[in-house]
C-alpha cells in the first residue's frame, strides 16, 4: 500500500485520464492517493484542529464525490480528524481493476482503506448510496466503525419514488450509453440545474459560488471516459442489493449494526422517501432521527450546521454510554 500527497488530480487517474483537469481542493483540504492491489482511492481530509481527536470517514452517493461532504468536515474540524473517499470510478478515484461497482464491492474498498489505513474504529458517514455502503461496512466489520451516520441511505424500497426512476433505469444494459448519446448537447449548466433540482430540497440555497463550482466539476466529470460507466455499474448494484434476501439484504444488514446510528432525512427528498424514515428507525438497534422537513436528498450540504449538531450529540451520548 502507498500514499500519495497530491494538489489535484491523483497519478492513477490521470494516467487513465491524462487531459481531465484537477478537482478542487477547498481552504484547509488535502487531497491524496492510496494505492492497493487493483485499486486506487483519493482522499479527501480536513485534519482536526486538536491532537487526539477521532477520525471520521465520509462515503458519498451516487454520481457524488468527496466534495459532497466538505462543508460538512469544515465545521466538525473541531471535533473529528476527517477524511473522505472517492469510491471507485467517482470523483479523482480510478475505475476498480475488476470492475466491481456492487454495493458490496464499493463497501470492501472502503473495508480495505480502514484496515490500510488503520483508521478505525470510525465515526462512518453515508449517503444514498454511501449510506447503503456504510450499512454494510457496520454489519460485517463492527470493528471499525464506532457511530454510524446515514443521510438519506439508500435501502430497499418496496415502492420507488417517481423521480428514482430514471436513476434505476441506468442500471439496464444499454441505456446509460443511450442517454448519454441522447443528451450530448446538454450544457454542463443544463445537466447541474438538473441535478440540484433533483438532489435539494430548494436549489436556491446553493450560492452562485456553489453552483460554479458545481458546473466546473461536472465539466470534468464529464470528460472522463468512464463516467457513464461507474454511473450505470453503481446503478445496477443498488439494484441488485434491494433485490438481495436473507442474512444479505441490507435491512438485515441494518438490523446487525451495533453502533450508534443517527439517521437524517429530508421531508422534499425525492429519491428516498421520508416514509422510510420510520422503518429505518426501527431497524437500526440504536437509533435516533434527525427530520428536516425543507431539506432533501443531500441534507448535508443543505443544512450542515444542522447535521454537525446533531452529529456532536451523537458523539457526546455515545461516550458517555
Partial sequence: MSSTELPGISAA?????PTVGAVRVADGE???TVSLPGLGLTLRSRPGEGEG??????????????QNWSDLMALLSDTVDGTAVDLPGFGDSPPPDDGDYSVRGHARAVVRLLDAERLGPVLLFGNSLGGAVATRVAAVRPDLVRTLTLVSPALPELRVQRPAVPTGLLAVPGVAALFARLSRDWTAEQRTRGVMALCYGDPARVSEEGFRHAVAEMERRLELPYFWDAM?????GIVDAYTLGGQHGLWRQAER??????LVYGGRDRLVSYRMARRASAAFRDARLLSLPDAGHVAMMEYPDVVARAFRELLDDSGRS
Fill in 232 to 236: 450505470a455499474r453503481s446503478a445496477r
Fill in 13 to 17: 487517474a490521470a494516467a487513465v485520464a
Fill in 53 to 66: 481527536l477521532p477520525s471520521a470517514l465520509f462515503v458519498h452517493g451516487l454520481g457524488g464525490s468527496s
Fill in 30 to 32: 488535502r487531497l491524496r
Fill in 257 to 262: 449494526v451495533l453502533a450508534p446510528t443517527l
